[in-house]
């Protein structure tokens, strides 16, 4: 995917694992899936025919539609900063 990149949802399908979301480039049709939790997918209204946009930076890239962020798929860098730790007061 390059920066900017213009992709459409062309299936939406619920799985035990979450949602998985099929996006097409309209200008080869290259396909991508992407697999949403249950929680990510919760609040996003994401059906067939909506556009979404991939925005590429240096951690990764980032997928949002309607103007919201979808999902972050980090790449190298991105994943060599992310980590996870409990917070407690």
Same mark, same amino acid.
């Not at 939790?37 to 919760?42: E, I």
């Not at 972050?72 to 790449?75: A, F, G, L, V």
């Not at 992310?82 to 409990?86: C, D, K, Q, T, V």
């Given at each position: 995917? +390059? @920066?900017g990149a213009m992709l459409t949802v062309v299936a939406v =399908? /619920?799985?035990a694992i979450g949602t998985v979301c099929v996006l097409e480039r309209a200008s080869d %049709? /290259? #396909?991508a899936s992407v697999t949403l +939790? /249950?929680? @990510? @997918? %919760?609040g996003l209204s994401v059906a067939a025919g909506t556009a979404v946009v991939v925005t590429a930076f240096s951690a990764g890239w980032v997928l949002s539609a309607a103007g919201r962020a979808v999902a $972050?798929?980090? &790449?190298e860098i991105g994943a060599a900063l992310? $980590? &996870? =730790? #409990?917070v407690t007061r």
């Open positions: 995917l +390059s @920066a =399908e /619920a799985s %049709g /290259a #396909r +939790s /249950a929680q @990510a @997918a %919760g $972050y798929i980090p &790449n992310l $980590y &996870n =730790e #409990r």
